[in-house]
């Protein structure tokens, strides 16, 4: 299987900041890499696909970037509203694996 | 609006079978891989196998022994039984969608709210 790696697992952070999760494959799996936002008790959501691609609906302070093993989730300027929990995810090789998740608090 | 409702028992017996649907609405089941995934209480996400709606699946190997995923196009549904379930397989269970890009990758852009599977005696 291919491990999905994120860091940190949690951070805390103020409304305005811009904050950076990382996730790193256990191997190459191209752009097939995807970012979903979790809030308590609510499924994910999806926000970024094929590494950078923004999801329709989702605010453009959110991108991604990285191919290969390394990738990157950008929030460019943190809102009250997205404190939540982000997963990465592959869909490169079954099984699928996601992130153990980061956890983005409020400071 | 493409809509998913996962329905089933909230509790199941150790040894027994959990069994779930997923209703599709606002859309046909036609031409997408259906899944399921599940997340253990505080814990992280985890796939357990997709049903395309012509009915081929492709199952996690940790899981692929205990599990069965069917397709009902004509009611718009499907399912997922696992069998032998023990504490371990307590979670929220989802069913999405999975979208491919033209490009290739795919990503799950549509998402049941989760239904809670309690395994307990």
């Known amino acids: 299987d291919i491990q999905m790696t994120q860091s940190p697992s949690s951070l805390s952070a103020s409304v305005g900041d811009r904050v950076t999760i990382t996730c790193r494959a256990s191997q190459s799996i191209s752009n097939y890499l995807n970012w979903y936002q979790q809030k308590s008790g609510k499924a994910p959501k999806l926000l970024i696909y094929?590494?950078?691609s923004l999801q329709s609906g989702v605010p453009s302070r959110f991108s991604g970037s990285g191919s290969g093993t390394d990738f990157t989730l950008t929030i460019s300027s943190l809102q009250p509203e997205d404190f939540a929990t982000y997963y990465c995810q592959q869909t490169h090789t079954t099984p699928w694996t996601f992130g153990q998740g980061t956890t983005v608090e409020i400071k | 609006q493409v809509q998913l409702q996962e329905s089933g028992p909230g509790l199941v017996k150790p040894s027994e079978t959990l069994s779930l649907t997923c209703t599709v609405s606002?859309?046909?089941?036609?031409?997408?891989?259906w899944n399921w995934i599940r997340q253990p209480p505080g814990k992280e996400l985890e796939w357990i196998g997709y049903?395309?709606?012509?009915?081929?699946?492709n199952y996690n190997p940790s899981l692929k022994s205990r599990i069965t995923m069917s397709v009902d196009t004509s009611k718009n549904q499907f399912s997922l039984k696992l069998s032998s379930v023990t504490t371990a397989d307590t979670a929220v269970y989802y069913c999405?969608?999975?979208?491919?890009?033209?490009?290739?990758?795919?990503?799950?852009?549509?998402w049941g709210q989760g239904t809670l599977v309690t395994v307990s005696s």
């Open positions: 606002g859309g046909s089941i036609t031409n997408y891989y």
């Open positions: 049903i395309y709606y012509s009915g081929s699946t």
């Open positions: 999405a969608r999975l979208t491919i890009d033209i490009s290739g990758p795919g990503y799950f852009n549509y």
């Open positions: 094929t590494a950078f």
